[in-house]
């Protein structure tokens, strides 16, 4: 079993939608992040969490530490949205210098 | 402008032959890291450095070696390449290595053949 883990793998939604996507992890962790990869291949950091919620724009992430879970919400999502997003951990056990990922969700906004 | 610089983007070469992928970071930042990306596995960490003279291995260090003379460079070397080699590899840096957001590069594309 992965240490982190995205759903859903896949996700194809309407223009103007609420996206969610999750992230479970399985160790004590010192922070997590959410990242955005284009088709082009780059990619950029969203937000790096401890605790609570932060926002950016359009973006919310959330995370609870005692249920070991994030989510990364879209709000009034757009085509541009159209991307993969990655959570990444950095494990407690192995110091904040480690970066565990997921697998990644991939998704779609249609027009 | 704020940047991880990776070097080459493209690269297809032969089993054997050594390459350098250079990676510069112009934001004075003391940690960096390489990855690689395959499909079905993610990203996985290869190296990381937590200053000059500091690395240490990732989770999968076999067959590259990496070193850190000046804090803007981090090259990644594949002394024998092979095709198992064969992947998308980023570099990342970031402030320290103390939970700071990650800078990353746009990525080399290697074939090995």
């Known amino acids: 079993k992965n240490e982190v883990e995205q759903s859903p793998q896949n996700l194809t939604a309407q223009e103007g939608e609420f996206i969610t996507i999750n992230c479970s992890y399985s160790?004590?962790?010192?922070?997590l992040h959410w990242l955005q990869q284009h088709p082009g291949g780059g990619i950029v950091s969203l937000f790096m969490l401890s605790s609570g919620k932060k926002k950016h724009g359009r973006l919310i992430a959330t995370i609870n530490i005692q249920e070991k879970h994030s989510s990364l919400h879209i709000t009034a999502s757009h085509p541009r949205d159209s991307a993969v997003y990655i959570c990444?951990?950095?494990?407690?056990?192995?110091?904040?210098?480690?970066?565990?990922f997921g697998q990644g969700t991939r998704l779609t906004i249609n027009p | 402008e704020a940047q991880v610089t990776q070097n080459p983007r493209y690269l297809i070469t032969v089993t054997g032959k050594k390459l350098t992928v250079t990676c510069s970071q112009n934001m004075n930042h003391e940690y960096m890291s390489w990855y690689r990306q395959d499909p079905g596995l993610g990203l996985r960490q290869i190296y990381y450095?937590?200053?000059?003279?500091?690395?240490d291995k990732g989770d999968v260090p076999e067959g590259y070696k990496v070193s850190r003379k000046e804090k803007r460079n981090f090259p990644l070397i594949l002394e024998s390449p092979s095709p198992n080699q064969t992947s998308l590899y980023f570099c990342?840096?970031?402030?320290?290595?103390?939970?700071?957001?990650?800078?990353f590069g746009d990525g080399t594309r290697l074939s090995i053949l």
């Open positions: 990342a840096s970031s402030l320290s290595m103390y939970n700071q957001p990650q800078h």
């Open positions: 450095s937590m200053n000059v003279e500091v690395t």
């Open positions: 990444a951990v950095s494990p407690e056990i192995q110091g904040a210098q480690k970066l565990v």
């Open positions: 160790v004590g962790i010192s922070a």
